[in-house]
């Protein structure tokens, strides 16, 4: 089981920046994929960012450029940095922890921008 507190959202102009925390229960490294997810008001929810066990990255071609996740073993957190924000990134973002069998959500937080 695991258990993953974000944080780290808020308001922001356009063009601005923000970096969001996954903080996990357990090593984050025992983990099989660490993922961003968003969720906009009246939208599906769309998959951000991936990071596996190995270290590899992937990314949503709507946020490649700008968005990038990285993690610190010791703090057994998952970082979204985001840069040169838009309006239309402004959603709730969770992460979420994929084990073998199961998968684990965090409660979300908000990030919006606007000016």
């Known amino acids: 089981q695991v258990q993953l507190v974000e944080s780290g959202g808020g308001l922001v102009q356009p063009g601005g920046s923000l970096r969001l925390s996954c903080a996990a229960s357990r090593n984050i490294f025992s983990i099989n994929y660490m993922r961003w997810y968003r969720q906009a008001p009246g939208k599906e929810r769309e998959w951000v960012a991936t990071?596996?066990?190995?270290?590899?990255?992937n990314y949503a071609d709507s946020v490649k450029g700008r968005f990038t996740i990285s993690r610190d073993g010791a703090k057994n957190t998952v970082y979204l940095q985001m840069n040169s924000l838009k309006p239309e990134d402004t959603a709730v973002y969770s992460c979420?922890?994929?084990?073998?069998?199961?998968?684990?959500w965090g409660q979300g937080t908000q990030v919006t921008v606007s000016s």
């Open positions: 990071m596996s066990s190995d270290g590899s990255t």
């Open positions: 979420r922890a994929d084990l073998t069998f199961q998968n684990y």
